[in-house]
């Protein structure tokens, strides 16, 4: 991989992002649906510096300086690192002629880190077995992640035009 694909793929997964977060603001405005509280993602990223990796409850957890911030910028550079892994994974010629359906599969595999990773480490559960409205709850992280895979490929389709 070159070092402009590799800038392409990371501009591919910010773009990506920044479209499920547009999203995400349309979904709230409209539906008055909450999304995802990217502030507990920076409170759990800052408390693994003193060695804590889970919590029972995110929310009730001690909010930290700048978790905001963190939680924000972590989300877009994971969405880097999702797009850097799968052009390396599809292959660097996805770059070239985009293909709709293994980014939108791509986007639904990516369900994975959060169904078995975050939501168990915020204390919502494997699957957001804990919180109030489980399967309502798997229905946004399906539909968000889908929607990044949609994003990767019109995404693609932007660089490829400019």
């Keep these: 991989m070159t070092f402009l ?21 349309f ?4 539906f ?11 409170r759990w990223a800052l408390t693994m510096a003193s060695g804590q990796f889970k919590h029972v409850d995110i929310a009730a957890s001690e909010a930290k300086e700048r978790e905001c911030v963190v939680g ?23 770059m070239t002629s985009p293909l709709f359906l293994p980014a ?19 204390g919502l559960g494997v699957m957001a077995v804990n ?9 946004k992280t399906l539909t968000t992640h889908l929607l990044f895979g949609v994003g ?3 995404s693609a389709q932007f660089v490829l035009f400019i």
């Design 5 to 25: 694909q590799f800038i392409q793929a990371i501009v591919i997964g910010l773009v990506a992002t920044f479209l499920i977060d547009i999203w995400s603001y």
């Design 152 to 154: 990767l490929y019109l």
């Design 27 to 30: 979904f709230k405005k409209c």
């Design 72 to 94: 924000w910028i972590l989300h877009y550079i994971i969405g880097a690192l999702f797009s850097l892994f799968f052009v390396l994974l599809i292959g660097k010629e996805w």
């Design 131 to 139: 919180t109030a409205k489980p399967n309502q709850a798997r229905l």
């Design 104 to 122: 939108c599969l791509f986007g639904l595999f990516s369900t994975v880190m959060p169904f078995f990773v975050m939501q168990p480490a915020l």
């Design 32 to 42: 008055n649906q909450t999304t995802l509280n990217f502030c507990f993602v920076g």
